[in-house]
């Protein structure tokens, strides 16, 4: 076997977590179209291939436009199961371990689905999960950052009753424009809540946008952070802080954050001792899932196996889960690195 095809069989075969996966973003048009169907609701393309050919993004935005059409399918609570579900048994196939999921509650909320719809739904499918294959999850709700402050707050009071359900709290969609900022004083009762704070920042958004989210929003994780590596201050805080990167490699290559995969700055954020982390965002659009992001880095950017060990370690480091289970998982790895 070849040295590439060797670290390709590696990276399937070894334990890996998702820490960066938007629950609506594993809409595959197939199911999307099937859903549309049984709810009666008409898309606006007629096929999946016509959709599919719409798939061509040059920024963040010319994606979202097109992501929130797709959720708008999504009414009831079988729907987000069945959304789950096929997203749970996809990654349970490519030894995916431990799932962190973000949902958009105002992606839904803001088209008249309740809160609790949504949330049973996706949580009903999580723990089938947990009993089927012992994965473990944590679940994420995001505030929509192009939406106001206070809309997240209101966002929040649906989310009172459902607290215990919900592990963590993360901030995505437009980013420029939308600086952490806007969101400092509901991140600020979040904290208070006990719930686990993350934010997407440096996607396309200045180093100043990570530099707010560390400070204004205190966050225990960065989602991207690509645009922190402008700054060797802000990159030794990171470091410092020994802060998780939730990194996407198709998402980057899809959404023309990197031009070309063999450019993909991962390596680079390695040697300078930053935790990245490889995810896949919002596969259904960006054309792949955890093994096929792992196997785009092996065979254009030339990780090598310790590279490629050090990014599976710091998913497991980085996540949210147990420190039994991850000393489990931690093991496993060495075992399968002959460490
Ligand atoms: N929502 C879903 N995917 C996203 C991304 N990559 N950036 C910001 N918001 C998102
Ligand atoms: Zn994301």
Redesign the pocket.
């Known amino acids: 076997m070849t040295n590439t095809a060797s670290l390709i069989a590696l990276s399937k075969a070894m334990p890996k977590t998702e820490l960066h996966l938007?629950i609506e973003?594993t809409f595959e048009p197939e199911q999307m179209f099937s859903i549309a169907q049984r709810n009666q609701v008409t898309l606006k393309y007629a096929t999946v291939e016509e959709l599919k050919a719409a798939y061509q993004f040059t920024n963040?935005q010319d994606f979202?436009d097109l992501?929130y059409q797709g959720m708008s399918v999504l009414i009831k609570e079988a729907d987000f199961y069945d959304l789950t579900m096929a997203y749970l048994q996809k990654v349970h196939s490519e030894n995916v371990v431990h799932v962190e999921i973000f949902f958009?509650p105002q992606g839904h909320t803001e088209r008249g689905v309740p809160f609790d719809v949504q949330i049973k739904g996706i949580r009903q499918a999580l723990e089938d999960a947990k009993q089927k294959w012992g994965m473990t999850y944590q679940l994420i709700m995001s505030f929509l950052r192009h939406l106001s402050e206070e809309s997240a707050f209101e966002t929040l009071e649906a989310a009172k009753p459902f607290l215990d359900w919900i592990d963590g709290v993360g901030l995505?969609?437009s980013?420029v424009g939308h600086p952490p900022e806007k969101f400092a004083k509901v991140f600020s009762v979040c904290r208070d809540l006990g719930l686990k704070i993350t934010a997407?920042a440096g996607?396309e958004g200045p180093p100043e946008y990570v530099w707010q989210a560390l400070d204004l929003i205190k966050v225990q994780r960065i989602d991207h952070g690509n645009r922190a590596l402008e700054d060797d201050d802000l990159v030794a805080e990171i470091a410092r802080q020994q802060l998780t990167l939730t990194v996407?490699p198709l998402?980057n290559l899809k959404?023309c954050v990197v031009n070309d995969m063999v450019d993909h700055p991962i390596r680079t954020m390695l040697k300078l001792g930053l935790k990245a982390t490889v995810n896949s965002?919002?596969p259904a659009y960006f054309g792949g899932y955890m093994n096929d992001n792992y196997q785009a880095l092996i065979e254009r950017t030339q990780i090598n196996k310790q590279e490629l060990y050090q990014l599976a370690r710091n998913g497991i480091e980085g996540s949210w889960m147990e420190t039994a289970i991850k000393k489990q998982h931690l093991q496993q790895l060495d075992i399968l690195f002959d460490n």
Do not use: F, M, N, R
Request: proline content about 0%; overall charge negative.
């Open positions: 938007h973003g963040l979202l992501y958009d995505d969609s980013e997407h996607e996407c998402s959404l965002d919002d």
